[in-house]
């Protein structure tokens, strides 16, 4: 899918339906330039391959296909006239002014840098910035983003803050094997391309820990997409990385959302019984990192309709949800919604509701699927990648090396809510990707406060990825710590003090 890259960064927020289609001799001659067959493009477009050749015999396409491939042609002009421009004579004439295809549209959002900063994409230097961000408004000039290689401190400078010594005895640990595809191999063999890269940063601002940090956090998105890559060598499964994606996952406005419903918790318990009540207000750690361990869809979303659920699918689901009995004591897993009747939900969620109305645990009916749009999937796809991060800020908690733990906490985060229609992040463009992984972190936070209440807690709260209130003895349920599979206190405050006032719903703590 590497030829459609530059198509979907340059063209995510284009109106494919307003392109016209060239004539059908063009139509050829611009699939042919990039070195694709009928056979790509087809698959891609969700068509057959005679289909694609009879378009360019002078047959035009209807309806939603006509806009996807009409969307490609003019993707494909636009890249071949970039390399062609990039092929021409340093000197031809015009050339400081790019073809009219190549130039970027300013928005409001972009503002000139007196001074070049590096490019949150790519790390090279950048005379824009959008939305606050330094960046290449033109992907031509995005070089690849390299993964920063350790060097030497100048001689005699010390780093304000030297790594422990722990991080200096790894080698004396002996060989750890870990898997890689089909095969094993040694963990020294492994590049440690977090260490490296803070390595490199803390030689080159000579050992500044804010200065050094400051750097990771505006290049965390390149360099979480350097790591994915390197933990998906040799992966047994490949991605569709720029789908096309049905209307329901687009924008409605420039500034609006799409139609996701991703279920996010924003719940508190209505009434507390009388009397004084201990509440402690608990933050569940690495939420997005803990969520990134979900179903996701590996290609292109493909429609079906009926009551019926793949477990071998992911993706997004129109379902009528079922009546939640249970708002006295335990939040709706659908969030909270205020109109009725059907809505589009993502794999986490009709997960959800489909487990809480089995057997186990009987609490709803099950909810009415209409229809999906769906792909084959797989919960493992970026679990090297949750490791890797996982065990980066492992390390970093235990040596007390807040540089790394702010580093590996910024490229999760951000690389979840790059996936959809954002301007920094063009290797990987999944908005379905971003709500499931959202939503699945919005489910496991359920999911604790179900266990919470289950041992006997009074559940107070749940807001988000990773504020839950209890009352009770919490550490008899909940680890305490600050694992991924720990909590650790926010807050504890005291609601009610007498009838009246323990029948008032708690305020957020300050």
Known sequence: MNDFEAIDALLAAAAPGRVPLPPAEERRRLREGLELSRTQLAQALGVGASTVGGWESGRDPSGEVREKYAYFLEGARTKLDAAAAAEAPADAPGDDEPPEAERVVVTDDVDALSVPQPCVLCGQPARHQVE????????????????????????????????????????????????????????????????????????????????????????????????????????????????????????????????????????????????QHEVTALDINGAYLSALKTHLPLGQLEHSTGDHHDRRRAGVHLITPPVWDHDAVLPNPIGNRDEPGPLWVTEPTLRLLLRLSGPKYGLCDPPEIHESWTSGATEGLLEKFRIVLKDARDRAIGEDDEVTLEYVKQMYSKFVSTLGESNYNRE????????????????????????????????????????????????????????VTEVKVKDVYTVGTDQEQATQAPESPS
């Open 428 to 483: 990987l463009y999944r908005t379905d990707w971003m709500h499931l992984i959202r939503s699945q972190a919005f489910a496991n936070l359920w999911t604790k406060a179900f266990k919470a209440y289950d041992e006997g807690l009074m559940v107070v709260r749940a807001m988000g990825t990773d504020e839950l209130h209890v009352v009770g003895d919490w550490r008899a349920v909940f680890p305490e710590g600050r694992g």
């Open 132 to 275: 606050g961000f330094p960046q290449h408004l033109d992907p031509a000039e995005c070089g690849p983003a390299e993964p920063a290689q350790p060097q030497k401190p100048a001689p005699r400078q010390e780093p304000r803050k030297p790594a422990p010594a722990k991080r200096q005895d790894r080698a004396a640990r002996g060989v750890k094997v870990v898997p890689v595809g089909r095969r094993v191999q040694a963990a020294s063999d492994t590049p440690d391309l977090i260490g490296s890269a803070v390595a490199a940063a803390l030689a080159e601002h000579a050992g500044d820990v804010e200065a050094t940090t400051a750097a990771l956090v505006k290049r965390a998105i390149p360099d979480a997409m350097a790591l994915l890559d390197h933990t998906r060598k040799g992966g047994r499964y490949d991605i569709v990385a720029h789908p096309w994606l049905p209307d329901i996952l687009r924008k409605q406005t420039a500034r609006g959302a799409d139609q996701i419903w991703e279920a996010r918790p924003k719940w508190t318990r209505p009434e507390l019984p009388a009397g």
